[in-house]
T-cell receptor, first 113, second 115 residues
């Protein structure tokens, strides 16, 4: 079945460092891809999405490009802030049924001053 | 800004007891989802509604879990009897419809602890 694999955390960075969180997927067909963020004590929020190959999703300085040839959707940010500390989830939509989301295990990011 | 509401936020119960969680989706959203998130893992879909109909409950443990969305608006998820392994965060989400292009909006979740 469809699945998502993320790099394990925690990822610990200094403020203004470059961030990459790797995400690869296995899917039948052409799923939409998403990054969700979960801040402490809150629900999941959509960070960005891409619906077809070579699309780039971007929001709040974060970017991810849908790479069909490598089945990847890596999350990047050029300069992280302490406020970016959260858990980040990569997900795909399962297009065989009713587009439920299939999530990776999540990657915890901790940014220190 | 419209939000998905869930209650209670926290629930502690003893095993073999019954528990129920409530979700009120964003107004006008036809699709409602219940996910379970075990600590350290990503959310996993338990059940999906399109209006009042269940369209996916393949991962719902039907011997103890039930879900309903009687008028196609708010929804209740019930567990009876609760087991230790049910301790998790239960997340409700809604979307305008089931298209993959439509964002799923998540509520704050209900954290269940079974003792």
């Amino acid at each position: 079945g469809d699945s998502v694999t993320q790099m394990e955390g925690p990822v610990t960075l200094s403020e203004e460092a470059f961030l990459t969180i790797n995400c690869t997927y296995t899917a039948t067909g052409y799923p939409s891809l998403f990054w969700y963020v979960q801040y402490p004590g809150e629900g999941l929020q959509l960070l960005l999405k891409a619906t077809k190959a070579d699309d780039k999703g971007s929001n709040k300085g974060f970017e991810a490009t849908y790479r069909k040839e490598t089945t990847s959707f890596h999350l990047e940010k050029g300069s992280v802030q302490v406020s970016d500390s959260a858990v980040y989830f990569c997900a795909l939509s399962d297009q065989r049924g009713y587009n439920k989301l299939i999530f990776g295990a999540g990657t915890r990011l901790a940014v220190h001053p | 800004e419209a939000e998905v509401a869930q209650s209670p936020r926290y629930k502690i119960t003893e095993k073999s007891q019954a528990v129920a969680f409530w979700c009120d989706p964003i107004s006008g959203h036809a699709t409602l989802y219940w996910y379970r998130q075990i600590l350290g893992q990503g959310p996993e879909l338990l059940v999906q509604f399109q209006d009042e109909s269940v369209v996916d409950d393949s991962q719902l443990p039907k011997d103890r879990f039930s879900a309903e969305r009687l008028k196609g608006v708010d929804s209740t998820l019930k567990i009876q009897p609760a087991e230790l392994g049910d301790s998790a965060m239960y997340l409700c989400a809604s979307s305008f419809d089931s298209s993959s292009y439509n964002e799923q909006f998540f509520g704050p979740g209900t954290r269940l602890t079974v003792l």
